[in-house]
Structures are given as structure tokens and as C-alpha cells.
């Protein structure tokens, strides 16, 4: 990422932790420390920059979890989500943008990627199970946690999480009976 960009998003965090998604171009830029014309050589709309604050973000997240052990992966993405800035002057100045967020679509890029990363680590744990675990996740963004309902959370889902095995197909378990 270059230099001005990655000003431009940290501008950008900046501005939404003050003022919510209700940024105008001019204060990221101020946030940024750059020029209007430099902000708007690389985004056009406020969305745009709305939209590469939440990719940045999600790339921060997925970076830090990817090659972890599962239940280590899952503790640091839970406390980063709980204590995240951004998340919470959302949380606190627009709720209904959370709950927008913590929405889980699966056609959205970001959820997809979500959902890539953690069968991934779920995948290499030899366990299924991804839709509990987004669950979870996503309600972090709702309701953060602590540290100590975390890790007792994390402990309920390794002990609740299915093995990887290939799924029963009924109709044929039932004829090989």
C-alpha cells in the first residue's frame, strides 16, 4: 500500500472514531493530513473510503489470525473486535451500523473472506463448524467481550466444534442400514 493511501485510510479510522460514517471528504483529509485533490485521486465518494477503511480493517484482522492454532486465532480476533476503536465510537454514536455490520452475508466480499480464512484454520484443527464461529464473532461486534468471557467462550467452542469429517447423508445412511 503507499505511503498516501495507507495516510488516507488511517485518516479515514481517524474521522470515523470522531464523527461516525457520517464523514465528509474534507475531514479525512484534514485526518490525513493531505490534501483534498490527493484524497480524491484515489477515492471519489465517502462510501469509497467507507469501503477501504472496512477492507483495511478486515485485512488487519485475517493477517493477524492466519497461521495461528485455532483457539489462539479465535481469542486475538474476539479481544481485537471487543476492544477495536473504531467499533466502538460506532457503537456508541451510530448502533445501527454495528448491527449493519455484524450482519453475516456470505455474498459480501468481506464476510466471504472471513469465512475463507477461519475454514482455513478450521480445516487445518480438523474441525467444521464455521457458522457457530461467525456467529460468535459477529455478536463481538454487537456486544463485545472481555477477556475473561473470551477465553471461556473460546474454551465451549473447541470443546463444541464438530470434527471435519465428511457430513451424513441420510437417505443413503438409512439404505445402507
Given at each position: 500500500?503507499?505511503?498516501?493511501?495507507?495516510?488516507?485510510?488511517?485518516?479515514?479510522?481517524?474521522?470515523?472514531?470522531?464523527?461516525?460514517?457520517?464523514?465528509?471528504?474534507?475531514?479525512?483529509?484534514?485526518?490525513?493530513?493531505?490534501?483534498?485533490?490527493?484524497l480524491y485521486n484515489h477515492?471519489?465518494?465517502?462510501?469509497?473510503?467507507?469501503?477501504?477503511?472496512?477492507?483495511?480493517?478486515?485485512?488487519?484482522?485475517?493477517?493477524?489470525?492466519?497461521?495461528r492454532p485455532l483457539d489462539?486465532?479465535?481469542?486475538?480476533?474476539?479481544?481485537?473486535?471487543?476492544?477495536?476503536?473504531?467499533?466502538?465510537?460506532?457503537?456508541?454514536?451510530?448502533?445501527?451500523?454495528?448491527?449493519?455490520?455484524?450482519?453475516?452475508?456470505?455474498?459480501?466480499?468481506?464476510?466471504?473472506?472471513?469465512?475463507?480464512?477461519?475454514?482455513?484454520?478450521?480445516?487445518?484443527?480438523?474441525?467444521?463448524g464455521a457458522d457457530t464461529?461467525?456467529?460468535?464473532?459477529?455478536?463481538?461486534?454487537?456486544?463485545?467481550?472481555?477477556?475473561?468471557?473470551?477465553?471461556?467462550?473460546?474454551?465451549?467452542?473447541?470443546?463444541?466444534?464438530?470434527?471435519?469429517?465428511?457430513?451424513?447423508?441420510?437417505?443413503?445412511?438409512?439404505?445402507?442400514?
Amino acid at each position: 500500500m503507499s505511503r498516501s493511501r495507507a495516510a488516507l485510510i488511517a485518516g479515514a479510522r481517524r474521522a470515523v472514531e470522531v464523527s461516525g460514517t457520517k464523514i465528509s471528504m474534507s475531514q479525512v483529509a484534514t485526518a490525513a493530513g493531505v490534501a483534498k485533490a490527493t484524497l480524491y485521486n484515489h477515492f471519489r465518494t465517502r462510501d469509497a473510503v467507507l469501503a477501504a477503511l472496512l477492507d483495511h480493517e478486515v485485512d488487519q484482522l485475517l493477517r493477524h489470525a492466519a497461521g495461528r492454532p485455532l483457539d489462539e486465532a479465535l481469542r486475538l480476533t474476539a479481544d481485537a473486535l471487543s476492544q477495536h476503536s473504531v467499533l466502538l465510537a460506532l457503537a456508541r454514536r451510530e448502533p445501527a451500523t454495528i448491527v449493519r455490520l455484524a450482519r453475516i452475508d456470505n455474498t459480501a466480499p468481506n464476510w466471504h473472506r472471513v469465512r475463507g480464512t477461519l475454514e482455513q484454520l478450521l480445516s487445518a484443527s480438523n474441525r467444521g463448524g464455521a457458522d457457530t464461529v461467525l456467529r460468535w464473532l459477529a455478536s463481538l461486534l454487537v456486544t463485545p467481550g472481555t477477556e475473561a468471557s473470551i477465553s471461556a467462550d473460546v474454551a465451549v467452542l473447541m470443546a463444541g466444534l464438530p470434527s471435519a469429517q465428511a457430513p451424513v447423508d441420510p437417505f443413503h445412511a438409512l439404505l445402507s442400514r
